[in-house]
């Protein structure tokens, strides 16, 4: 079974960085997708950034663009969001998932792992 969990977050004024690590195990083949999702409270769930499994393909939001990176480690263990340049509007609870497909649509996605939260403040 695929397991996904989610670390990294905290509290961190406007302008500054965190890097956030999902630490990813139970795959079967070089394929799919695992993308970084974000959720404020009475809003939808929204794609941030995800990487091919198969070929490190990467993709962004457009609101993230140029201030966030997606990147893994060599066995592919760990996927990790670099945020810098963090945004009041960047606070949310983030999410890590994995989908058999491509994309930043959530509902392609079959596994998460738990949550952690970004909060951006001065």
């Known amino acids: 079974d695929v397991q996904l969990q989610a670390s990294g977050g905290g509290l961190v004024q406007p302008g500054g960085s965190l890097r956030l690590s999902c630490a990813a195990s139970?795959?079967?083949?070089?394929?799919?997708?695992i993308g970084w999702f974000r959720q404020s409270p009475g809003k939808e769930r929204r794609g941030v950034s995800c990487?091919?499994?198969?070929?490190?393909?990467?993709y962004y939001a457009e609101s993230v663009k140029g201030r966030f990176t997606i990147s893994w480690d060599n066995a592919k263990n760990n996927v990790y969001l670099q945020m810098n340049d963090l945004k009041p509007e960047d606070t949310a609870l983030y999410y890590c998932?994995?989908?058999?497909?491509?994309?930043?649509?959530?509902?392609?996605?079959?596994?998460w792992g738990r949550g952690t939260q970004v909060t951006v403040s001065s």
């Open positions: 139970g795959f079967t083949f070089d394929a799919g997708v």
């Open positions: 998932g994995y989908g058999p497909g491509w994309g930043l649509d959530w509902r392609q996605y079959t596994d």
């Open positions: 990487i091919s499994r198969a070929d490190g393909g990467t």
